[in-house]
């Protein structure tokens, strides 16, 4: 009779992230934006269409992965997050997204938008 050999699990050492230098995050432009309106894309598990005012006359249109976490997305009209508004548009699914919503999320899926304080207003730039 052949014996059963206990079978080691092995956990997966995390992975340091690659280092920037802090002239490389300068460039990156993080700025507060308030959310006119959200709506899901079509024929996707995942991504919302946002127009988000920056205070640059224009709204932008951004798409965000974050449909399952808003089942609603009417939730998100009037909040203002935080983005990272210095991006080269990107197509997605067919719709151009111009910036990306800074969000946190754990492995057990706890969720969090960034949000700024109360009285922030559109534009506003972190520092």
């Known amino acids: 009779m052949e014996e059963k050999k206990e079978e080691k699990k092995i ?10 230098s802090y002239d490389d995050f300068a460039k990156v432009e993080i700025r507060a934006g308030k959310i006119l309106s959200a709506e899901k894309i079509p024929d996707t ?3 919302l269409k ?3 005012d920056f ?18 997305p009417a ?10 508004t210095n991006l080269e548009p990107r197509t997605i699914k ?8 800074f969000a ?4 057990e899926g706890v ?17």
Do not use: H, W
């Not at 205070?55 to 609603?72: D, H, K, L, M």
């Open 11 to 20: 956990e997966p050492k995390p992975v340091a992230p690659a280092k920037i």
């Open 45 to 47: 598990d995942k991504l």
């Open 50 to 52: 946002l127009m988000v």
């Open 55 to 72: 205070a640059e006359g224009t709204p932008r249109q951004i798409v965000s992965g974050i449909s399952a976490y808003f089942p609603n």
């Open 75 to 84: 939730v998100l009209v009037g909040k203002t997050c935080m983005f990272v």
């Open 94 to 101: 067919g719709f151009e997204s111009n910036g990306m919503l």
């Open 104 to 107: 946190v999320s754990t492995p």
């Open 111 to 127: 969720f969090s938008l960034l949000e700024p304080k109360e009285g922030i207003p559109p534009g506003c730039k972190a520092k």
